[in-house]
């Protein structure tokens, strides 16, 4: 497993594990704590998620044009 995978695994268990707690929390009565932690473990999960996807086009934006062979150019 590459050093990326293992960290966003990481960080994906520890995010599931704060789940888990607050859902706990909210079975007891403590929805407050809940309202307070809604928004972080949401952004954390969509960080998660958008690191371990592949990147499909070049970060800079910049298209490059491909260049042709010489020997297909060639009369």
């Known amino acids: 497993m ?13 995010v599931l594990a704060v789940l888990a707690w607050s859902l706990a929390m909210a ?3 403590h929805a407050a704590l809940i ?3 809604a928004p972080i473990l949401g952004m954390t999960i969509n960080q ?5 996807r592949p990147r499909t086009t ?4 910049h298209h490059v044009a ?3 062979d010489k020997e ?4």
């Open 27 to 29: 079975a007891m009565g």
């Open 48 to 52: 998660v998620l958008r690191g371990t």
């Open 58 to 61: 070049p970060a800079s934006g």
């Open 66 to 68: 491909p260049v042709p």
């Open 2 to 14: 590459s050093r990326k995978r293992i960290a966003a695994a990481t960080v994906l268990t520890l």
């Open 35 to 37: 309202a307070g932690l």
């Open 72 to 75: 297909d150019g060639a009369p």
